[in-house]
């Protein structure tokens, strides 16, 4: 621990203090070894995250299938944020639900999901990635690998995305072997990205009005009560 730089060991004490503080409160609740799937999904988050930096040093360049299945999902990184939220859920989310999401390969709508923020964020945060050092996006890797202009692969990822809508509202309306609170939850954090990523412009990195409103009007600014009016009040 002594040789990683500051920044990386204050992330690593904030994410044991985080785990350690969520198995005080579901130990309330018998769940508190829950927690370790978290951990799990932390340790291959890092492990991607290396990865990355390993490409990003040797200036390697993936193929685009390569780049989406080694790291890009993991990193997007919608798998850990998935099974972390679910630890706030009580006992809807069962141990076969913790199994379920943290299976590999990955559930079709968490990898959906992960593909949507994922390839979004790309796009938006292609051209101002490539102005510093940075791991060759997925727009890049289209780009340098499979000989598509930028305009091209933009197009194709769009496609991805699209498709990967397709199937999180298909494993909506299936019949639910899991809890569709459960399958609301991923849906939501999908829905995420477009609010980050309107548009494809990188609302993450290079933050907007529109955002910066919409941040403040769940967290800042709430509606006042008096703003609704419900039917007894025009009976």
């Excluded at 780049?67 to 630890?87: D, F, Q, R, W």
């Excluded at 999901?113 to 102005?131: C, P, V, W, Y």
């Excluded at 933050?207 to 919409?214: A, G, H, R, Y």
């Excluded at 769940?218 to 009560?225: D, E, N, R, Y």
């Amino acid at each position: 621990m002594e040789e990683l730089p500051e920044h990386v060991k204050w992330s690593y004490y904030a994410m044991v203090e985080a785990c350690e503080e969520a198995e005080e409160d579901l130990a309330k609740e018998g769940r508190s070894s829950f927690v370790n799937y978290t951990r799990d999904q932390m340790k291959t988050l890092s492990k991607a995250y290396i990865q990355e930096v390993r490409w990003c040093h040797e200036k390697y360049v993936p193929t685009y299938y390569e780049y989406m299945k080694k790291i890009a999902l993991v990193t997007s990184p919608y798998p850990h944020g998935i099974v972390a939220s679910l630890l706030g859920m009580g006992e809807i989310a069962s141990k076969e639900v913790f199994e379920w999401a943290c299976q590999n390969p990955m559930p079709d709508i968490i990898k959906a999901a992960s593909t949507i923020i994922r390839l979004m964020n790309d796009i938006g945060g292609h051209k101002f990635e490539q102005q510093r050092k940075h791991l060759a996006s997925a727009v890049q890797c289209l780009m340098e690998k499979h000989g598509l202009l930028e305009e091209e692969a933009n197009e194709k990822l769009k496609e991805e995305v699209e498709d990967a809508w397709k199937v999180i509202n298909q494993a909506m309306l299936q019949p639910y072997v899991i809890p569709k609170p459960i399958l609301t939850r991923i849906l939501n954090l999908a829905r995420s990205a477009n609010v980050m990523y309107m548009g494809y412009d990188d609302g993450y990195t290079h933050v907007n009005q529109t955002l910066k409103d919409k941040v403040a009007s769940v967290l800042a600014h709430p509606i006042p009560m008096k703003s609704f009016f419900f039917a007894d009040d025009v009976l």
